[in-house]
């Protein structure tokens, strides 16, 4: 990191801290321009990091094991069981997963040691990525991974029980479209559970849009926030349950 970076860096958090110093001594006008102020020097801090990790993004180096790795590990590991406990809830425990945006493969890695039974596949756009991930795949292809677009799925209609996707949302190109091939390859029933960083992904003002320009019915796709903490509260979850076809009569 340059020290000019690092120094433009510094001064966007920075902002975010004197803005939200600004929030307890103002009226409340200026206390709506202090947030706004945080909020934006926070997603402009957040966004020049993530920038920076894309570009030393490598699962083999010491920078991402020493850092990265444990840094993620408890969102892959909240993802796994948010997803192993609705599979039980739901009693598929050979359910067919799909992990969208997968990268080296450390949430599939994390989904297929709990759910032993399930059919699990990894995606994701950047062929070093799937090569990768590849190392962890098991004999019979109860856990592969394969090249792919987020926004058109190389699946067939209904084909998975459960998408899962982490930190992935704000990079698609188009979030709608995505959401619609989510939509198609997911069964009856089927569940769809989207991580991303707070800051920078849909706003839930924006939700609507999207929801109906993906084909969903109004409120078929939901923002939550997660609990469980300060780390917990850095992120966003998007929900999508796709109904079940009531049983014909007897």
């Not at 739901?90 to 493969?105: E, K, S, T, V, W």
């Not at 982490?166 to 009856?188: C, D, G, K, M, Q």
Request: charged share 25%; hydrophobic share 50%.
């Amino acid at each position: 990191m340059s020290r000019w970076t690092a120094r433009l860096f510094a001064a966007a958090l920075g902002s975010a801290v004197v803005a939200g110093g600004v929030l307890a001594l103002s009226t409340e006008p200026r206390r709506q321009a202090a947030r706004f102020a945080a909020r934006r020097s926070a997603r402009w801090a957040a966004l020049w990091l993530d920038d920076r990790v894309e570009g030393f993004f490598e699962p083999n180096s010491p920078l991402y094991a020493r850092i990265f790795a444990p840094a993620l590990s408890p969102l892959y590991n909240r993802a796994a069981d948010d997803v192993a406990g609705e599979l039980a809830s739901r009693g598929r425990g050979q359910a067919a997963i799909l992990d969208l945006g997968c990268g080296p493969g450390d949430l599939a890695v994390r989904l297929a040691s709990r759910l032993q039974a399930a059919r699990i596949v990894g995606l994701d756009l950047s062929p070093t990525m799937i090569d990768l991930a590849k190392r962890h795949e098991t004999p019979g292809g109860g856990l592969r991974f394969v090249v792919g677009d987020a926004a058109s799925l190389p699946f067939e209609a209904d084909s998975f029980d459960v998408v899962v996707s982490t930190l992935s949302l704000h990079h698609w190109a188009e979030p709608a479209a995505s959401f619609a091939e989510i939509r198609r390859v997911l069964r009856p029933g089927g569940l769809a559970l989207v991580y991303d960083l707070r800051l920078l992904t849909i706003e839930s003002t924006a939700l609507p849009a999207v929801t109906r320009k993906a084909g969903l019915e109004p409120g078929e796709l939901r923002r939550e926030r997660l609990v469980g903490g300060p780390a917990a509260s850095l992120f966003a979850r998007f929900r999508l349950e796709v109904p079940e076809i009531p049983a014909e009569p007897a």
